[in-house]
Every structure is written in structure tokens, then in C-alpha cells.
């Protein structure tokens, strides 16, 4: 399903965290937000997956106008996240986690799971099996049953790709996955997103690792100060004046132009 | 490239999962339910083996009862982080429910099922805006209710006795076993059944847990946001928990009301709510075991040990001030983290 941003913003005490972005992140693309530290990416994901009420715009799902509904009932549209600073369950397993992230296809029912009955334990063995398999794709599989407090930063990252995986949803939006992975494991990361797109998912992506962007995005977005500064293909992006302004500041942005054209 | 990436990792995942099945099925045999249900009930019949005398059948009645209402506070407590100072009032409600009944021509099981459900809706109707608050705030909200609960208690003497209490008629736990022709004594029979009682309340707060009502509910306890990117409704999450806890409260008050065919305002009482959940967290808020042995150590002290009688409150305080400080999680993760470290 495609995710149609719509002049979203929102202010924190005057200031415009996030100003008027639109965009519209199709399905079986990666879509790559990118900009500054502080450009307003991750408050982007907050406003669009329900975490911040927008004071302005519209979000949309294939049409259907999903603008300030409540966080749950987004992830029961099929949009689902992982978070920058995480969000695991340290106290459970890798694997009750990811297990948690099946919450939306469990079939049972309070008085079924207060009973430990027929319902309840099917969902359970459901859930388990539909765990494991994301883990294994997340390259997990060994680590299942370790605390999440004991794993790595990295590992993290992708126990909550997986667990935003099993959700079963159609929109997946990243926050900085590759952070803290190593080369190899950015290799994977990189792998395992480009899979997801490849299925047909909306992948909306925020990473500050620009080899990685420009290898997995077919649209890229750039903020700047909370606004969106330039849009396009990778290509697009890379020579463009506004964006090279915005990272390395005008005067680095002259230099490199200058040094382009020598 | 994509292809690539799955191949490579199917491999691994059919030797967890099969590892995993393996493991799975020597415990599909017997749930995890079934399993705590019969792990109680052993330990009821072992009390029942060693008491001497009714005295011990009446502490080891309480000890049961009081196990069942913490249980509630390790589901609300453990299982979702969620503080109650309030429990106490809908203790009394399943108490005094089941004492007033049968003075207005209610049967005994109608009155005790009828303050179970009055706890239970208004844990229901309060829980909605009281649960947005966390931390301090719910709980000195969840003060305040159980304090309006108790006032109540005390004030309405035409109803309740006022502060002197009243006495319970009704129901006798000897009557249940006479007619399967077995002669208790009445504390026996009381006995048997609040232990009994506290077997099932533990097996379905086992249950719980490893549901998938369960781990939506540990989810909110370990990371709200998380929780509802997950599609986790967790204000209703948190109401369902609430309802659930005050329910084990009621059921644990009217077994208290007949076992002791007396009850006073203090069951409704700041120092009761306190009690419960100093008894959880001593315990190990997050098993039905730690419950237990909060209860246990809690109950049987005092009664024991009665040169605390005067000090009793102190002990308390200084319990929960000690285990703070050694042992945050509880007894029973303590003691079996010991356990674990001694064995590798």
C-alpha cells in the first residue's frame, strides 16, 4: 500500500520541528529520508506512525485519510516501525519479542488465554513458529532464546526489524537500522530490506549511512531544518546544490562545485 | 541478492526450530497451568500433613488468601508495572459483599459472586481514567479510591457495622466436604478450600502469562510506545489488568469474610494495600511463586514471631526497605539466581 504524506508539521514551543513535508513512499520502493542531524527525520516517523499528534497535513494509506489515529489502530493498517533509540522488551527473550510483534494475528480471546485454552495455545504455537522464521531472517535464529538485555546494539536493531516484521504489515518504517552494525552486518541489514521491498512492501527508510541509501533507494527525501529541501533518485540527490549546501554548509558546497568542475 | 540472503539463513532457523519443537513438546504434555495448579496443590496437602493444630490450619488459611489477592497485584504489578494503593477496597468489597448478602436474604455464593463483580466493574468504570496516570500518580490515585472505599465502609454503619465491623453468617467450608462424606474441621475445611482457591488463581495468572493477552501485557510493562506500534490497544490492556486484579482482591476478601465469620473496615485499609503489595515485592512481583512466598513470610511471621506485634508495621517497612536495597526483584529471582550461579 503506499504512504501519502500530505504537508504534515508540527511545532514544539514555536519552533517547527517538522514544516509541510509531502511525499508519497510507493510499494515495492525503499523511500529514503535523509538530511542533517536535527533535520526533524525521526519526528517525521513520530507524526506519520501516530507516536505525535501532526497540528497540520494529512497522512494517507492508498487513499484512505489515517491522519491522527492513535498508534495502535495505525499498526492495525498495516504500518509498522522500528524506533531510533530503541524500543525492545528488555526483560523478554529475543524470540517473546518478536512473538510480541504477532499480537495483530493471534486469534484468541481473554477468557481462552486466562484458561490456557485450545485458542490461546494454538496462537501461541503460531506465534512461536512465525517468530522464528523472522529472527532467522534477521539472522537471529541463534540468539532466539538470549535476553534482549544481553544482546548488542546491532542485534537490537534487527530484532526490531523482525519484530516489526511479523506484524504482517504492508508499510515498514526504519529508523536508522544499520546503526551500530558493522560492515558485514550492514551488508545484511542492507540485504534483508531490499528483500522486503522486493515482496512488495512500502519500506520508508532513515539512515544515515549514504553508501546505503544511495545502494537500496529508489526515492530519496532530503529534510532540512525540518523541511523538505529536495526529492528524487539517488542520482538526483547526489549532485544536487541545495543538498551538498545543507551537509557541508554553502561555503563547503561552493568547494565541492568548484572542485567538480576542475 | 535477496535470494541470496534467504537461503543463507534457512539453514540455521530449521535447527532452532526443530531444537525448539523438541523442547516443546516434552512441556505441551503438561501446561504451564496445569503444572503451577499442581505444584500448589502439593504444597497445600504438605501444610496440611505438618499443622499440628487448628491454629496452623487458620494461619496457613490466611496465608492461602492472602496468596490469591497478591497474586492480582503480580499480574497488575509484575506482569504490567502498574502500582495499585488501592487494593485493599476492592478486597473489602468481595468482603463486605458476602457479609451483607445473607442479612437481606442473599445466599452466601450469590452475595460473594456479586461483590466479585462489583469489584470487578468498578475496577472497570474507575480503571479507564485513572490508568492514563503512571508512576506516583496512579498510585496515589488508586490511594485515593481505596481511602473513599473505606471511608465508605466505616461511615455507612447502618450497612457495614461502622469501624466495629460485622460478623459473617452463611456459608460453612465443612458443609462442602460433608457432602462427599468427609468430617473436617472447620478450619480444615477453610483450609483446603482457600488453598484450593489460590492453586486455580495462580494457575490462570500462569496462564496469563504466557498468552498472547500475556505478553501484550509485559510488552506495556517494558516499553509503552513499543507496545502500541505492535497494534497493542494498551489502555484497554491495562483496564482488562486492572479488572483481573481487583477480581483476585474480591475473591480473596469473601474467602476471608467466611473463613473468619468476622470482618472490620481495616481489610479496606491503606495498611491492607500496603500489605499486599510489600508481600509482592518482597515475593518477586513477577511470579505466582514470589506471591506466594511474600505471602507466606508475611502471614506467618507476625503470627509466629508475635513479639512483633506492637513493631508489626516497622518490620514491614524495614522488609521492603532491605529488599529495595539487596534484592530489588524479589526473593524468589533472588534466591534462583543464586541457585543458577552455584550450579555453572
Redesign the interface.
Known sequence: MSLEIDGIGIAFGGIKAVDGVSFTAKPGEVTSIIGPNGAGKTTLFNLVSGVYRASAGTVRIDGRDVTGLPAHELARCGMARTFQNLQVFPQMSALDNVMTGCHMQEKSNLLADLLGLGPARRATVRSRDAAMAALARAGLADLAHRPASEMSYGQLKRLEIARALVTGCTILLLDEPAAGCNAVETREVDDLIHAIAEEGKTVVLIEHDMRMVMRISSHIVVLDQGRKIAEGGPEEIRTNSQVIAAYLGVHGAAEAEAAAHA | ??G???TA??A??DT??RA?AGN?KARALI????RTFLIFAVLVALGALIFPSSYFYRVGTLVWINTLAVTGIVVLLGYVGLVSLGHAGFFAIGAYATAIGPNYGIPSPLAMAGGVALAGLLALVVGRPILRLSGYYLAIATLGLGMLIWMVLSKEAWLTGGPDGMTVSGMNARNLFKLVGLKLKSAEAWYWVAGFVAAIGA??AV??A???????L??I???D??????????ARAKS?AFV?SAIYAAVAGALLALANGYITPETGGFMHSVEMVTMAVLGGAASVFGALVGALILTALPQLLTVFADYEHMVLGAIMVVTMIAMRRGLVPFIADLWNRRKS
Open positions: 541478492m535477496a541470496q540472503g534467504t539463513a534457512t540455521p532457523v532452532a526450530r525448539h516443546g501446561g504451564p497451568g496445569l494457575a490462570i496462564n496469563l504466557n498468552s498472547p493477552s500475556g505478553r501484550a509485559r510488552a510493562h517494558d516499553s510506545v513499543a507496545a502500541r506500534s505492535l497494534g497493542i490497544d494498551v482488562r483481573i
